[in-house]
């Protein structure tokens, strides 16, 4: 079925423990098994409280993604969305989680659910997943590749998937229908038996990780194993890295290297960084959280036009008093009469989608406390100015799925306004 945009289904005990997980997303990249596990469980314990009183399904609401859970005789089936949830999903998701725990959980021991590869486990239950659920629409410039610790039956398909055609070229030198080729590249990328590279568009943003230094170091032992492979992206590297600030985009960087490298060899160079960990594309959460540190970044500056750089400065720093989350307010730096506000984002690794959406909105609060300090008798003209930079840099910028939630920052700005009116 079409439209159902599920990003990941994850099944566990009720004890927290993973016993399956399957992404029907490639670009996904932040949603791995452990981590987001942690944040189910975490949900648990309300889980547990709502399903035995209400119902045997709830909906958790983060904003950038929506968590379903469903709960079955022994176990729990989290789905993660994004977007409109379909009625209809719900009733697959049920006879999918019903068939898990009838025929493929029963009679399974305790040591086998223990060493279970819930990447890869249950074959035929993730084909059978393939089957009752739309994939996500694959791009014919992705290029699949076999994954190295494997030895699966790739099937017709095998002699063509050699790391170096894309998709479209496959189609073209198989001689295979394109919806055949297709099909059959999900189910082997669901059977964990291919990945894929070139998955990066040029409206993607990235940002660097820890691995990043590693590979800036030249006796490290991960800078020497992408040498053996990759000796073409270490030289590359310097100039890369020194792009990547958490707001670029991919297009952004490949635009400015454009005079000296090929647009090809960035973004090959961008998905080996990827391949490796060595970068990371934003999760939805981490793309709003970028869009309301460029909307308060914009608000100040719009400030110092409109009143003065000393009093955005006042009004700043009176609204960082009243920020007690250092991941907010240590990010704004202010020197000597001076301020910045820094964009990467790897102080948000590691953090759980509740903890992101609860970052997003303490930077929504700071907009909000910073827009109500400023002095209102300019206040109409300052709300004038900010929506005109606003409608010409973010709109344009960030899709509809990354601005839901932003209008709750225009309702503070005319609430501001409407009491300036009032006073008149």
């Given at each position: 079925?079409?439209?159902?945009?599920?990003?990941?289904?994850?099944?566990?005990?009720?004890?927290?423990?993973?016993?399956?997980?399957?992404?029907?997303?490639?670009?996904?990249?932040?949603?791995?098994?452990?981590?987001?596990?942690?944040?189910?469980?975490?949900?648990?314990?309300?889980?547990?409280?709502?399903?035995?009183?209400?119902?045997?399904?709830?909906?958790?609401?983060?904003?950038?993604?929506?968590f379903t859970v469903m709960a079955g005789a022994k176990t729990d089936l989290v789905a993660v969305s994004m977007g409109e949830w379909p009625d209809e999903v719900s009733t697959i998701l049920r006879s999918l989680h019903d068939e898990f725990e009838k025929k493929w959980l029963k009679g399974m021991r305790r040591k086998q659910k223990d060493t279970l590869k819930i990447d890869f486990a249950f074959p035929e239950f993730r084909e059978g997943i393939v089957k009752n659920l739309s994939f996500r629409d694959i791009s014919g410039s992705w290029v699949p590749f076999l994954l190295e610790s494997e030895t699966p039956q790739t099937g017709v398909l095998g002699p063509y998937i050699d790391g170096r055609k894309s998709v479209d070229d496959i189609v073209k030198s198989s001689g295979i229908r394109r919806d055949d080729v297709v099909s059959e590249i999900i189910r082997l990328w669901a059977l964990g038996v291919i990945r894929f590279c070139s998955i990066l568009g040029k409206e993607d943003i990235v940002t660097s990780t820890s691995k990043i230094d590693r590979l800036l170091q030249t006796?490290?032992?991960?800078?020497?194993?992408?040498?053996?492979?990759?000796?073409?992206?270490?030289?590359?590297?310097?100039?890369?890295?020194?792009?990547?600030?958490?707001?670029?985009?991919?297009?952004?960087?490949?635009?400015?290297?454009?005079?000296?490298?090929?647009?090809?060899?960035?973004?090959?160079?961008?998905?080996?960084?990827?391949?490796?960990?060595?970068?990371v594309a934003l999760s939805p959460e981490k793309r709003r959280i970028l869009l309301i540190k460029e909307a308060f970044e914009l608000a100040v500056r719009v400030c110092e036009m409109i009143y003065s750089p000393q009093e955005a400065l006042l009004y700043l720093d009176a609204a960082l008093d009243r920020s007690v989350v250092p991941e907010v307010s240590g990010v704004v730096k202010v020197t000597s009469g001076e301020w910045s506000l820094e964009y990467d984002s790897r102080l948000y690794e590691g953090l759980d989608p509740r903890r992101l959406m609860e970052l997003y909105a303490e930077w929504m609060k700071l907009l909000a406390q910073f827009v109500a300090s400023l002095e209102k008798s300019r206040i109409l003209k300052y709300a004038e100015a900010l929506t005109d930079a606003y409608s010409a840099y973010l709109l344009g910028r960030y899709s509809t799925d990354d601005l839901v939630g932003f209008e709750e920052f225009s309702f503070w700005l005319e609430m501001n306004c409407v009491k300036q009116d009032v006073r008149r």
């Open positions: 079925m079409a439209g159902h945009n599920i990003q990941a289904i994850l099944i566990m005990e009720r004890g927290g423990i993973p016993l399956f997980f399957m992404k029907l997303d490639p670009k996904a990249q932040d949603l791995d098994p452990m981590l987001v596990s942690g944040f189910f469980t975490a949900i648990q314990s309300f889980s547990k409280e709502v399903i035995e009183r209400d119902s045997s399904m709830f909906q958790v609401d983060y904003g950038a993604r929506l006796s490290s032992s991960t800078r020497a194993d992408v040498a053996k492979k990759h000796p073409e992206v270490l030289i590359l590297l310097p100039r890369i890295s020194a792009l990547i600030d958490g707001r670029r985009t991919i297009g952004a960087i490949v635009q400015s290297l454009s005079d000296t490298y090929s647009e090809g060899g960035v973004l090959q160079a961008m998905d080996t960084l990827l391949e490796v960990g060595a970068v």
